[in-house]
C-alpha cells in the first residue's frame, strides 16, 4: 500500500505486506530528517533518519528514501506486523543559520494493520 | 536505561489557573525541546534549550507561556492564566550533543485540558 501523508492520512495494509509511507517536505534547504512512530498515548518513537547527502538508508525491516530533486521522503515497512499500528510522522530540520535543530512535523499518516 | 519522563501524566486545569509541566531528560543530553501536539496533529515547537540557556523561544504562542532549565537538566514549562485553547499534549524531548542534526529522544507528555 502507498500513501501521501497530507492527502491520505489512513493506510491499511494486510499484515505481512510491506508498508510505504510518503511525505512532502517544506523547505529545500532542510538537510535532516527522521522518522517517528507514535502510539497512542505514547511520545514518538525515533525510527530512521537521514541527512540530505544520502538518497537511501535502511535500518531494521525499515528503509528511508530521500528525493531531494521534488523534497519527496518515503519510509517503506517490510512485512509489516500488527505492532506497526500507529502514527507516522515525518520531521525536518537543519535549514537557517539560526537553526537550533527544532523539528518541523508533517501532519502524520495513520497505519493500520489489519491481520 | 531511562528514558525521557514528564510529569504530570495528565492534567486538567480550570481556565485562568496557572499550571507547571516537568520534563526530566536523559541524563547528561545537553539539548532540551517542548512541544506542543494538538489532538490529530504533529508536534509543534515551543522553546529549546542548550544546558540551562534558553536559545529559542520563538515558538511559545503567548507571553502566558514561560520555561526555565536552570541547572541545565530538569525543565519546567509554566503556563499562566490557562485559556481553552490551550488544551494539547505538552511533549518534552532531548537529544545527546545539541548538534542541529541529530536525533531527539520524547517523553511521553502531559495531557493538558482546560475547562
Known amino acids: 500500500g502507498e500513501s501521501v501523508g497530507l492527502h491520505l492520512p489512513t493506510l491499511s495494509v494486510q499484515e505481512g505486506d510491506n508498508s510505504i509511507i510518503n511525505c512532502a517536505y517544506s523547505?529545500?534547504?532542510?538537510?535532516?530528517f527522521i522518522w517517528y512512530k507514535q502510539e497512542s498515548g505514547k511520545g514518538p518513537q525515533f525510527i530512521i533518519d537521514i541527512r540530505s547527502n544520502m538518497d537511501k538508508r535502511q535500518g531494521q525491516r525499515v528503509t528511508v528514501l530521500l528525493n531531494k530533486t521534488v523534497k519527496h521522503l518515503s519510509l517503506q515497512i517490510a512485512a509489516t506486523q500488527p505492532g506497526d499500528s500507529a502514527v507516522y510522522f515525518c520531521a525536518e530540520t537543519g535549514f537557517g543559520s539560526g537553526n537550533t535543530g527544532k523539528l518541523i512535523f508533517g501532519q502524520g499518516t495513520t497505519l493500520q494493520v489489519k491481520p | 536505561g531511562a528514558g525521557v519522563s514528564q510529569s504530570p501524566r495528565y492534567k486538567v486545569a480550570k481556565r485562568g489557573q496557572d499550571v507547571a509541566l516537568r520534563c526530566d531528560p536523559i541524563s547528561g543530553h545537553v539539548s532540551l525541546f517542548w512541544y506542543q501536539q494538538a489532538l490529530g496533529q504533529g508536534p509543534e515547537f515551543l522553546t529549546y534549550?542548550?544546558?540551562?540557556?534558553?536559545?529559542?523561544k520563538s515558538g511559545l504562542p503567548s507571553d502566558r507561556f514561560f520555561a526555565e532549565r536552570p541547572e541545565g537538566s530538569v525543565s519546567t514549562l509554566k503556563i499562566q492564566r490557562t485559556q481553552q485553547e490551550d488544551s494539547a499534549v505538552y511533549l518534552c524531548?532531548?537529544?545527546?550533543?545539541?548538534?542541529?542534526?541529530?536525533?531527539?529522544?520524547f517523553g511521553p507528555g502531559t495531557r493538558l485540558t482546560v475547562l
Open positions: 524531548a532531548s537529544s545527546l550533543r545539541g548538534d542541529k542534526r541529530e536525533k531527539q529522544f
Open positions: 534549550f542548550q544546558n540551562e540557556a534558553q536559545l529559542d
Open positions: 523547505n529545500s534547504a532542510s538537510d535532516y
